[in-house]
């Protein structure tokens, strides 16, 4: 079901309401926000969108790519809590993953940069190693493993 994002019975300045203008359009139409929670595994979904194009939508998350900006790596790594959400306090506490949400991985602390809704993927950048967090790092560099 499409949400309506449009205004078309404005009221106009004179004060009487008249009957809209324009019919209403299908590409004008919205969508609720898919809220990718955090689950015991991945879950996407695929819309077919304007142009005939695809998003894909991350419905549950149990995985994000982090990079470790100190060696330029990244590790596909498993998340195990939601830290904190910059846009809703509530969604941290809901376990809902958005922009620049505080995660916490195996890796240690990382903030998220994607758009887990839009792109169907969570990447992130790694903020604070934790001890175990340099183990796996420098036991996954020794290696040769970047995924």
């Known amino acids: 079901m499409g949400v309506y994002q449009g205004n078309d019975l404005k009221k106009p300045s004179g004060g009487k ?5 324009k019919v209403k359009r299908k590409y004008w139409m919205g969508r609720f926000p898919t809220e990718t929670r955090l689950g015991d ?11 005939g194009n695809y998003k894909v939508r991350l419905k549950v998350a149990a995985f ?4 470790d900006p100190e060696t330029k790596r990244a590790f596909k790594v ?16 809901r376990g809902i993953i ?3 949400a505080i995660i916490e991985t195996e890796l240690g602390k990382a903030k998220v940069t994607s758009r887990p809704g839009q ?5 992130a950048v790694l ?10 790092i420098e036991q996954m560099v020794r290696q040769g493993s970047s995924a």
């Open 17 to 21: 309401k008249r009957p809209h203008q």
């Open 41 to 51: 595994r991945d879950k996407r979904q695929l819309i077919r969108v304007r142009g």
């Open 64 to 67: 994000a790519n982090v990079v």
């Open 78 to 93: 498993r998340i195990l809590r939601i830290l904190e959400t910059p846009d809703n306090p509530h969604h941290a506490r």
């Open 98 to 100: 958005t922009k620049g």
């Open 119 to 123: 792109d169907g993927v969570i990447n």
């Open 127 to 136: 903020i604070e190693k934790s001890e175990r967090g340099r183990q796996l």
